[in-house]
T-cell receptor
């Protein structure tokens, strides 16, 4: 099992450009999450999904959109990138129900110039 | 809003000693609390979960306590080794099962174990 994978690993964008980050998991998990991690800020939840076809906003959703067309994939989109979106992005997944650990991907380092 | 505080200063400790990390929270009553380990350039990895009705949980050289009155969790690494050097994150649940098992993370405490 590959667990949670993310593509790309690194990306540099110019202000105003768009891009999509892809997250895939092979553990048949119902729940998936997108976080951003900034120095001194910890992990902050952007959007999450409780199942195929569903999405919901997290703590810092502005400037991002997500889609969960297939259970195993969770896409994070930036329509018009801004320097404030420079960060490391992590995807995670977990089984249905509370008390379940989250499995994280390796992260995507994004720089917006 | 919920606030989770971890000591932002790095913890330097001698090999073989016990490292103790603190996680304090306010404005919330979580049903459970989790601890994760994060190495540089990698995603967090789950270590332990403790429920609100549990006082203590152990896993090998790790021990977690949870005091819902003090709103505090302590994370202990006993007989620490250089390989334990990493950043340790605490996380609290902020939603029900219907809300997707959401977690709020603290900023993490970096631990450096010196030989």
């Amino acid at each position: 099992n590959a667990g949670v994978t993310q593509t790309p690993k690194f990306r540099v964008l110019k202000t105003g450009q768009s891009m999509t980050l892809l997250c895939a998991q092979d553990m048949n998990h119902e729940y998936m999450y997108w976080y951003r991690q900034d120095p001194g800020m910890g992990l902050r939840l952007i959007h999450y999904s409780v199942g195929e076809g569903t999405t919901a906003k997290g703590e810092v959703p502005d400037g991002y959109n997500v889609s969960r067309l297939k259970k195993q994939n969770f896409l994070l989109g930036l329509e018009s990138a801004a320097p404030s979106q420079t960060s490391v992005y992590f995807c995670a997944s977990s089984r249905r129900g509370g008390n379940n650990e989250q499995f994280f991907g390796p992260g995507t380092r994004l720089t917006v110039l | 809003s919920q606030k989770i505080e971890q000591n932002s200063e790095a913890l330097n400790i001698q090999e073989g000693k016990t490292a103790t990390l603190t996680c304090n929270y306010t404005n919330y009553s979580p049903a459970y609390l989790q601890w994760y380990r994060q190495d540089p350039g990698r995603g967090p990895v789950f270590l332990l979960l403790i429920r609100e009705n549990e006082k203590e949980k152990r896993k090998e050289r790790l021990k977690v306590t949870f005091d819902t009155t003090l709103k505090q969790s302590l994370f202990h690494i006993t007989a620490s080794q250089p390989a334990d050097s990493a950043t340790y994150l605490c996380a609290l649940d902020i939603g029900s099962k219907a809300a997707g098992n959401k977690l709020t993370f603290g900023g993490g405490t970096r631990v450096l174990v010196k030989p």
